[in-house]
């Protein structure tokens, strides 16, 4: 490299002090125009690149900032301002490890300074609720919610009204009084909300992650697909095809809190109905029923306001265990998102899944929760930028490696509730109508009988449901109109 | 003037809290930087879904980035006038980035002024901003006049009050002025926003309006919306204009504009500076993007101008 010139040098600080200067007035573009000019004279000065990472750390670039303060830190290993700017880029980045450790750099060689010590100590905290949030998902050995439940220490006023759980178990008129409760928009007391929560775990700890379930030849058999707190709809599914009952058996496929605005009233009836008739009616995991979703989608407030965020804990092991798959009459096999990212998993590669976790982001447990059928052949990157995007081909070679004859998944709104795609091969059911009070579709459940297997399709409006305050997503919806 | 013929005005003043509130959640989860914003909404905010977070950043930032181009272009030899303004933070934001126009008006109803000249009263930060060491803030329980921005009640429906307050506020009609409207328009019955449309292409020499505000209401989507904010008691009277992006031009050059422009959410969020849409984007991932469609294909932005140098005001 040629050696900078002594006027090449005069002409590169003079840009610098006129970069300088619009960064003072904020004008962070022109400053880095002209911390580019002093650069291009004098590729030397950590200190141009430095400034310019700052420039570009005020205009959220960081990307272009990390480069520019390692840089500047390449050339001078002692050059403290550069550990700085590069640990500003990587929080933004949210690479917090490798922030910590430029943080630390600053502190040892500037003890004295308090706001580096205060980053540090900043940064310090979140590194390590990270790692605490990481051992505490993938780790069950620790304390579980369930086991500090105190039953026995909540009673029952003499005003609640509600139903009750007898002899602490559920029964029909158990199921029959809840509905009609929270069609009133009353809520079910939390001593037996929280009963239902522990049998259900206890329930699901013993379940398989892969379901096999047995339809006799002459019974029906009923699928549905996302529910998403839409409790009134829920309603109309079972005024439209029946109540669940051990002739009447449903399998509803996941996602069914968040958005709407019932999702507590759907969980507990569906959770009270899998309790009351465990081997008529099934449910398993959607990639909703996951701490992420949750916090972003509304159930965890709802949770909160409704009972407390202690339960919303318990919730989170709970749907931790939900089976990820069923396989009916080891005919047809259905998951909430859809198939793999590689051809070679079998129903056995399924069953060996370790499910008891937060869904993680790759691998059959992931794209079992978040892969959507695709038109064309082959595989492509999901649009949802986790699981996969899985073409006819894939499918077909799926079930015939499997013995099966088609599968059944949820996960995406369809105009008319339902599609069948993939010559058949490929059926995705959605049953909550009028998504989030705004995409205007119908909702689906699938009918098949033990013999045939063969799906028929029925479809729905939504229906009315109460204005509550907060009406969570229209009410959002109709503030971006405000 | 019946109230009944405008339906509950307590519903359309109360479309300002809402935005508010959604404003805050979604600074507060970095969607974008306002400092000044806390300050009129002391409250932890609700959690919203990430596509409202997202909705209300494109809104913000488009609107900010426009008004941005406008001080610029005229080099602050100009006015912006925010109709029906809420508790938006603009004036300070634009302030802290170094864009002061010669004068800032907001004009809304006298409850929403009352609580926002209390608000400012009670923040220095707010309160700095306005002030200078040659001008005296003068206010009352409604209006305040402070250095360069202004904060006046008015109801927009009636012009005769709308020119009065513009010109207790010193209005000049020949410098370049930005108009905003978020959401106001389509509160007002079509007569009413027409001769407002009306009366500023007239009265002012140069003349830029913003309108931001649902569109293409004509489907599924818009029969939902409207019934459910009927139910809220906000009456869209305004709806017609909203039918397409046509509509939305139209109005403004029926009223002697001599052009508009619109676009819907999904376009201009293409047009938004990439970096910062990276950015956003990793802020909350969408679980879908169907939803995110639907929401962005019934809002737009529509620039109107009297003044064609005001057609390169775009993003």
Same mark, same amino acid.
């Given at each position: 490299?040629?050696?900078?010139?002594?006027?090449?040098?005069?002409?590169?600080?003079?840009?610098?002090?006129?970069?300088?200067?619009?960064?003072?007035?904020?004008?962070?573009?022109?400053?880095?125009?002209?911390?580019?000019?002093?650069?291009?004279?004098?590729?030397?000065?950590?200190?141009?690149?430095?400034?310019?990472?700052?420039?570009?750390?005020?205009?959220?670039?960081?990307?272009?900032?990390?480069?520019?303060?390692?840089?500047?830190?390449?050339?001078?290993?002692?050059?403290?301002?550069?550990?700085?700017?590069?640990?500003?880029?990587?929080?933004?980045?949210g690479?917090?490890?490798?922030?910590?450790?430029?943080?630390?750099?600053?502190?040892?060689?500037?003890?004295?300074?308090?706001?580096?010590?205060?980053?540090?100590?900043?940064?310090?905290?979140?590194?390590?609720?990270m790692?605490?949030q990481k051992?505490?998902a993938v780790?069950?050995?620790?304390?579980?919610?369930?086991?500090?439940?105190?039953?026995?220490?909540?009673?029952?006023?003499?005003?609640?009204?509600?139903?009750?759980?007898?002899?602490?178990?559920?029964?029909?008129?158990?199921?029959?009084?809840?509905?009609?409760?929270?069609?009133?928009?009353?809520?079910?007391?939390?001593?037996?909300?929280?009963?239902?929560?522990?049998?259900?775990?206890?329930?699901?700890?013993?379940?398989?992650t892969l379901?096999?379930?047995?339809?006799?030849?002459?019974?029906?058999?009923?699928?549905?697909?996302?529910?998403?707190?839409?409790?009134?709809?829920?309603?109309?599914?079972?005024?439209?095809?029946?109540?669940?009952?051990?002739?009447?058996?449903?399998?509803?496929?996941g996602?069914?809190?968040?958005?709407?605005?019932?999702?507590?009233?759907?969980?507990?009836?569906?959770?009270?109905?899998?309790?009351?008739?465990?081997?008529?009616?099934?449910?398993?995991r959607g990639n909703h029923e996951s701490v992420t979703m949750?916090?972003?989608?509304?159930?965890?407030?709802?949770?909160?306001?409704?009972?407390?965020?202690?339960?919303?804990?318990?919730?989170?092991?709970?749907?931790n265990?939900?089976?990820l798959c069923?396989?009916?009459?080891?005919?047809?096999?259905?998951m909430h998102g859809g198939l793999f990212s590689s051809d070679t998993v079998t129903?056995?590669d399924i069953r060996k899944t370790e499910r008891n976790r937060q869904p993680p982001e790759e691998g059959i447990m992931c794209e079992l929760l978040w892969s959507d059928p695709m038109?064309?052949?082959g595989r492509a990157p999901s649009k949802r930028g986790v699981g996969t995007q899985f073409?006819?081909?894939v499918?077909?070679?799926f079930?015939?490696?499997?013995?099966?004859?088609?599968?059944?998944r949820?996960h995406?709104?369809?105009?008319?509730?339902?599609?069948?795609?993939?010559?058949?091969?490929?059926?995705?059911?959605?049953?909550?109508?009028?998504?989030?009070?705004?995409?205007?579709?119908?909702?689906?459940?699938?009918?098949?009988?033990?013999?045939?297997?063969?799906?028929?399709?029925?479809?729905?409006?939504?229906?009315?449901?109460?204005?509550?305050?907060?009406?969570?997503?229209?009410?959002?919806?109709?503030?971006?109109?405000? | 003037?019946?109230?009944?013929?405008?339906?509950?005005?307590?519903?359309?003043?109360?479309?300002?809290?809402?935005?508010?509130?959604?404003?805050?959640?979604?600074?507060?989860?970095?969607?974008?930087?306002?400092?000044?914003?806390?300050?009129?909404?002391?409250?932890?905010?609700?959690?919203?879904?990430?596509?409202?977070?997202?909705?209300?950043?494109?809104?913000?930032?488009?609107?900010?980035?426009?008004?941005?181009?406008?001080?610029?272009?005229?080099?602050?030899?100009?006015?912006?006038?925010?109709?029906?303004?809420?508790? $938006?933070?603009?004036?300070?934001?634009?302030?802290?980035?170094?864009?002061?126009?010669?004068?800032?008006?907001?004009?809304?109803?006298?409850?929403?002024?009352?609580?926002?000249?209390?608000?400012?009263?009670?923040?220095?930060?707010?309160?700095?901003?306005?002030?200078?060491?040659?001008? $005296?803030?003068?206010?009352?329980?409604?209006?305040?006049?402070?250095?360069?921005?202004?904060?006046?009640?008015?109801?927009?429906?009636?012009?005769?009050?709308?020119?009065?307050?513009?010109?207790?506020?010193?209005?000049?009609?020949?410098?370049?002025?930005?108009?905003?409207?978020?959401?106001?328009?389509?509160?007002?019955?079509?007569?009413?926003?027409?001769?407002?449309?009306?009366?500023?292409?007239?009265?002012?020499?140069?003349?830029?309006?913003?309108?931001?505000?649902?569109?293409?209401?004509?489907?599924?989507?818009?029969?939902?919306?409207?019934?459910?904010?009927?139910?809220?008691?906000?009456?869209?009277?305004?709806?017609?204009?909203?039918?397409?992006?046509?509509?939305?031009?139209?109005?403004?050059?029926?009223?002697?504009?001599?052009?508009?422009?619109?676009? $819907?959410?999904?376009?201009?969020?293409?047009?938004?500076?990439?970096?910062?849409?990276?950015?956003?984007?990793r802020?909350?991932m969408l679980d879908e993007?169907?939803?995110?469609?639907?929401?962005?294909?019934?809002?737009?932005?529509?620039?109107?101008?009297?003044?064609?140098?005001?057609?390169?005001?775009?993003?």
């Amino acid at each position: 490299m040629a050696k900078c010139s002594e006027d090449k040098k005069e002409e590169a600080e003079v840009h610098k002090l006129k970069a300088n200067e619009f960064f003072q007035k904020q004008n962070y573009d022109k400053a880095i125009e002209f911390y580019s000019k002093a650069i291009e004279c004098n590729s030397e000065e950590p200190i141009y690149y430095g400034n310019r990472s700052f420039a570009y750390l005020r205009m959220e670039c960081f990307g272009y900032a990390l480069e520019d303060a390692t840089k500047a830190i390449e050339m001078d290993k002692s050059y403290v301002k550069g550990y700085y700017r590069r640990a500003s880029a990587y929080m933004s980045l949210g690479k917090y490890k490798m922030a910590l450790k430029d943080y630390e750099t600053v502190v040892k060689v500037r003890p004295s300074d308090k706001d580096a010590k205060l980053k540090f100590t900043e940064c310090q905290k979140i590194v390590q609720q990270m790692l605490f949030q990481k051992a505490i998902a993938v780790d069950d050995d620790k304390k579980s919610v369930a086991d500090s439940i105190n039953l026995d220490a909540m009673t029952i006023e003499d005003n609640y009204d509600g139903p009750a759980l007898e002899d602490g178990k559920v029964t029909e008129k158990f199921m029959l009084d809840l509905m009609e409760y929270y069609k009133a928009q009353k809520k079910l007391h939390k001593k037996y909300a929280y009963k239902i929560l522990l049998d259900i775990k206890a329930y699901f700890t013993k379940q398989p992650t892969l379901v096999d379930v047995h339809i006799p030849d002459d019974s029906k058999f009923t699928v549905c697909g996302d529910i998403h707190g839409q409790f009134y709809d829920l309603m109309n599914i079972f005024k439209l095809n029946g109540l669940p009952s051990p002739s009447n058996p449903y399998l509803f496929n996941g996602d069914f809190v968040d958005r709407g605005s019932f999702s507590i009233e759907c969980i507990f009836t569906l959770f009270g109905y899998k309790l009351l008739y465990p081997n008529h009616f099934w449910m398993s995991r959607g990639n909703h029923e996951s701490v992420t979703m949750n916090q972003m989608y509304g159930f965890e407030g709802e949770v909160k306001s409704k009972y407390s965020s202690q339960m919303g804990d318990l919730f989170t092991e709970v749907y931790n265990w939900l089976p990820l798959c069923h396989c009916l009459n080891k005919r047809v096999l259905v998951m909430h998102g859809g198939l793999f990212s590689s051809d070679t998993v079998t129903l056995d590669d399924i069953r060996k899944t370790e499910r008891n976790r937060q869904p993680p982001e790759e691998g059959i447990m992931c794209e079992l929760l978040w892969s959507d059928p695709m038109p064309g052949p082959g595989r492509a990157p999901s649009k949802r930028g986790v699981g996969t995007q899985f073409g006819p081909d894939v499918t077909k070679r799926f079930l015939d490696n499997n013995n099966l004859d088609y599968i059944i998944r949820s996960h995406e709104v369809k105009d008319d509730g339902y599609e069948v795609s993939h010559g058949g091969l490929c059926i995705t059911v959605f049953s909550a109508p009028n998504y989030c009070d705004t995409m205007g579709n119908k909702g689906a459940f699938i009918n098949l009988q033990g013999d045939t297997m063969e799906p028929k399709y029925v479809t729905y409006s939504a229906v009315e449901h109460p204005p509550v305050k907060p009406m969570a997503y229209a009410n959002s919806l109709l503030r971006l109109f405000s | 003037m019946m109230a009944a013929e405008y339906g509950s005005d307590d519903g359309v003043i109360a479309t300002n809290d809402d935005a508010t509130s959604c404003k805050a959640c979604a600074v507060s989860l970095g969607y974008w930087k306002d400092p000044y914003l806390p300050h009129v909404y002391p409250a932890a905010p609700d959690r919203r879904p990430p596509e409202i977070n997202r909705g209300f950043y494109a809104r913000t930032h488009s609107i900010f980035l426009l008004i941005q181009k406008f001080i610029q272009v005229t080099k602050g030899d100009c006015q912006i006038v925010n109709l029906g303004a809420g508790f $938006d933070t603009l004036f300070w934001r634009l302030k802290s980035a170094g864009h002061t126009p010669v004068r800032f008006i907001e004009l809304d109803f006298s409850e929403v002024t009352a609580k926002k000249t209390h608000y400012i009263q009670r923040s220095k930060a707010l309160l700095q901003a306005i002030s200078d060491d040659d001008y $005296d803030i003068k206010l009352n329980r409604n209006n305040l006049h402070g250095f360069r921005y202004k904060l006046m009640s008015t109801d927009l429906r009636v012009l005769s009050e709308v020119e009065a307050k513009l010109e207790e506020s010193e209005i000049d009609y020949s410098l370049p002025t930005a108009f905003i409207a978020e959401c106001v328009l389509v509160y007002m019955c079509p007569t009413k926003s027409s001769q407002l449309l009306n009366w500023i292409a007239k009265k002012f020499k140069s003349a830029f309006f913003i309108n931001y505000e649902m569109v293409n209401l004509g489907d599924r989507f818009g029969e939902v919306m409207l019934s459910n904010l009927r139910s809220r008691h906000c009456d869209l009277q305004g709806a017609a204009a909203c039918a397409t992006l046509q509509s939305q031009e139209d109005r403004f050059v029926q009223e002697g504009w001599a052009g508009a422009e619109a676009t $819907d959410m999904m376009g201009l969020w293409e047009r938004l500076p990439r970096a910062d849409v990276s950015r956003v984007m990793r802020l909350e991932m969408l679980d879908e993007n169907e939803l995110l469609t639907q929401l962005f294909s019934h809002y737009c932005i529509t620039t109107a101008w009297t003044d064609t140098r005001w057609t390169e005001i775009t993003l």
